[in-house]
């Protein structure tokens, strides 16, 4: 098909459309990716038998709630986090914590708590105690009183709370209020890495792909304090194998802190009785302003209905 015979469907299609009704953002959009669309599928001559397929597959994706799995397997999550680095470098914001990905898998409405959380509703559900510490900094290195770091990451099998119901209501999910030191600590432990669900349409889609579908071990937050751009990040579990072949492309170098490893002897001269993993990290962040990129999105998010 020429570009004349796609270039007249499309110009019957936005004949329809009414001049100062509607929504022009929306037909913008639209109108550009549908272009984009017939374009393809001439040039790749996709057939209608290819069309019909894809449908039956995004049919899928929405009757198994994995959209927001797609966007981070397809790098479309990253590509976002990636636009806004580029316009925050171009307005001048250097980022001290970077961003990365969300991920569709946050729950609203965790359990809240000044300066320190233990993250597991039942104890030691993991191999590896972990302590996690630092502070909530402004952009002159000052400590913010009032931040909340909200955290949150899947048991040993790989599973969050919430999506898998066999775990309780808001396990490993907690909300840190700092005090006037800025600091946060958290007790959870060393959790490990994520794969999509089996035979699922994103798992097919990635081995369809020649990929895989999983991630390396990761905790993710959400830092808010009044007057600051929210920030969303993670850290990456240092030395899993997948650090940097992570199925999402969350994983940035100056997100993989040391873990320091203590012995039970050096753990009992901190007053601690087990053997235990350590992790040091600051969150940086940056004042909020209308000219820069906004850190929330209002994506559609779980929260346990009471
Ligand atoms: C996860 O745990 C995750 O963080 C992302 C981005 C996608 C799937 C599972
Ligand atoms: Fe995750």
New binding site residues.
């Given amino acids: 098909m020429n570009k004349e015979a796609i270039d007249a469907v499309l110009a019957e299609i936005l004949s329809k459309e009414k001049v100062g009704e509607g929504n022009e953002r929306i037909k913008e959009i639209t109108n550009r990716l549908l272009k984009d669309l017939f374009y393809a599928i001439a040039e790749l001559d996709i057939t209608a038998e290819e069309v019909w397929k894809a449908c039956d597959w995004i049919a899928e994706v929405g009757k198994k709630n994995e959209i ?2 797609v966007a ?1 397997g397809i790098g479309l ?1 990253h590509f976002l986090d990636e636009k806004m680095d580029w316009e925050d470098a171009q307005a001048g914001i250097e980022l001290k914590t970077p961003r990365t ?5 946050y729950v609203a409405g965790a359990p809240e708590s000044l300066s320190y959380a233990e993250l597991e509703n039942e104890p030691n559900q993991g191999d590896e105690s972990l302590y996690m510490q630092g502070e909530v900094l402004d952009e002159e290195g000052n400590p913010i009183e009032g931040a909340l770091v909200e955290v949150w990451h ?1 048991n040993q099998l790989g599973l ?1 709370s919430y999506f898998d119901s066999s775990q309780s209501d808001y396990n490993l999910r907690r909300a840190i209020r700092t005090a006037a030191d800025g600091k946060y600590q958290f007790k959870s432990f060393l959790p490990v890495g ?1 794969s ?1 669900p089996p035979e699922g349409p994103t798992d097919r889609l990635m081995t369809a792909l020649g990929r895989h579908g999983s ?1 390396p071990a ?1 905790i ?1 937050f959400f830092i808010t304090a009044p007057g600051y751009r929210k920030l969303t990040t ?1 850290i990456n579990i240092e030395g899993d194998p997948l650090t940097y072949d992570d199925f ?1 492309f ?1 994983t940035k170098k100056d997100l993989v802190p040391p873990v320091k490893h203590l012995s039970l002897e050096e753990a009992k001269a901190m007053g601690k009785d087990e053997p235990f993993a350590s992790i040091d990290f600051n969150f940086h962040m940056v004042k909020d302003s209308e000219k820069i990129a906004p850190g929330e999105n209002h994506r559609t998010r779980a929260s346990i209905a009471s």
């Avoid at 990905?101 to 898998?105: A, K, T």
């Fill in positions: 927001g799995l981070a999550e990905i969300e991920g569709p898998l899947c969050y994520y999509c991630r990761h993710h993670q999402a969350a």
